[in-house]
Nanobody, 121 residues
Framework: QVQLVESGGGLVQAGGSLRLSCAAS????????AGWFRQAPGKERQLIAA????????YYADSVKGRFTASRDNVKNTAYLQMNSLKPEDTAVYYC??????????????WGQGTQVTVSS
């Protein structure tokens, strides 16, 4: 079992930056891909970034490519999402997720509770 707790959300002006953290319990997290999803009001939850267990492979949705960076520290059992050049359309609840051991960047089994990010214009 893996439990995930996000932190770092908040209110920021357009053009600003935030860094989200995802602290995981369970040693197996370091063997799992970590994903970041977001869900805006009235929209479906969308995978926006992901990083493999080793950090060697990443995925970014077109909407965040070049602005967001996923990283992880397997010693600290924590994943991060650095968000730069934020736009009002980035406003959403952000979730971190963990996939299967050694699994795909696109399939996830465990979810955090979410953290709100609001970008003002």
């Amino acid at each position: 079992q893996v439990q995930l707790v996000e932190s770092g959300g908040g209110l920021v002006q357009a053009g600003g930056s935030l860094r989200l953290s995802c602290a995981a319990s369970g040693r197996s997290f370091r063997s799992r891909p970590a994903g970041w999803f977001r869900q805006a009001p009235g929209k479906e939850r969308q995978l926006i970034a992901a990083i493999s267990w080793s950090g060697g492979n990443t995925y970014y949705a077109d909407s965040v490519k070049g602005r967001f960076t996923a990283s992880r520290d397997n010693v600290k059992n924590t994943a991060y999402l650095q968000m730069n050049s934020l736009k009002p359309e980035d406003t959403a609840v952000y979730y971190c997720a963990a996939g299967g051991v050694g699994g795909s960047l696109y399939e996830y089994n465990y979810w955090g509770q979410g953290t709100q990010v609001t970008v003002s214009s």
